[in-house]
């Protein structure tokens, strides 16, 4: 017998609930509902899900408390769904430690995509070890610090590395602005996100086939930016 996947999904309206639940098989899913942040903290130790849907604006407060309190114990896929579109609002889900979102009113196809993509990823991450990488062409050894592509080494800058390592360990998940800035320059550099930007051109220069459309790294407009393997 297949063994079900597990989905908290934390939402106040019923309707998107019921959206919810008819998107994803039965045969494939156990899916627990809950509507206040107080409920989801409760449920989510012992059920151990393997995914959250989550909404922010929920009766009891925000949902980012639990979303914070879930990190605490849980590397699982948590997807945003709200009304909240400002780009702040993604930031601060994000750096709580979302790792998708979507704002309403959304498509069930895309949902159901991202979805799928995100088990993809969670399963190819189990088949990677701590330290080695690939994708495309391109093999990377954190331990090392090497990065070949079509087994010709590449050189690329501490900084260039570091900002790689920050992505392939978080890949298909939303890096934001602020972590990068903070974790590989400092905090004192938190508002000099144009260093950012050059960074990002350079790797895409030394890993893209097409810097200008770029397949591996995507940038989350205003948000951060994401690796796709």
């Known amino acids: 017998m297949q063994l079900k ?29 809950v509507v206040t942040v107080a409920e989801a903290i409760a449920v989510a130790a012992a059920f151990e899900p393997d995914l959250v849907i989550m909404d922010l604006g929920l009766p009891d407060g925000d949902g980012k408390k639990f ?54 990823r969670s399963t190819a991450a ?6 080695h990488y690939q994708f495309g062409d391109i093999d990377v050894d954190l331990q090392a610090r090497r990065v070949s592509r079509a087994g010709q080494l590449l050189h690329l800058t501490p900084k260039e590395f570091d900002l790689l ?6 890949a298909g998940k939303v890096v934001t602005q602020r972590r990068m800035m903070v974790e590989i ?3 004192a550099f938190l508002d000099q996100t144009h260093y950012l930007r050059i960074y990002m051109g350079h790797l895409r220069h030394k890993l893209e086939q097409d810097p200008a459309r770029p397949r591996y790294i995507l940038t989350e407009t205003g948000v951060g930016y994401r690796l796709e393997l």
């Not at 996947?5 to 039965?26: F, G, N, S, T, V």
């Not at 189990?126 to 330290?131: D, G, I, R």
Request: glycine letters at 4%; charged letters at 25%.
């Open 165 to 170: 390592s920050l992505l392939l360990v978080n």
């Open 5 to 33: 996947r597990k989905l908290l999904l934390l939402e106040d309206d019923a309707h998107i609930r019921k959206m919810i639940r008819q998107c994803l098989p039965d045969q494939e899913w156990e899916i627990a509902e």
């Open 67 to 120: 979303l914070r309190s879930f990190r605490t114990g849980s590397n699982a896929t948590v997807m945003v769904l709200t009304a909240r579109g400002q780009e702040q609002e993604k930031v601060f889900a994000l750096d709580a430690g979302a790792d998708d979102y979507l704002t309403k009113p959304f498509s069930v196809v895309e949902l159901q995509a991202r979805i799928r993509a995100h088990l993809r």
């Open 126 to 131: 189990l088949q990677q070890t701590p330290s």
């Open 185 to 187: 320059w400092g905090p």
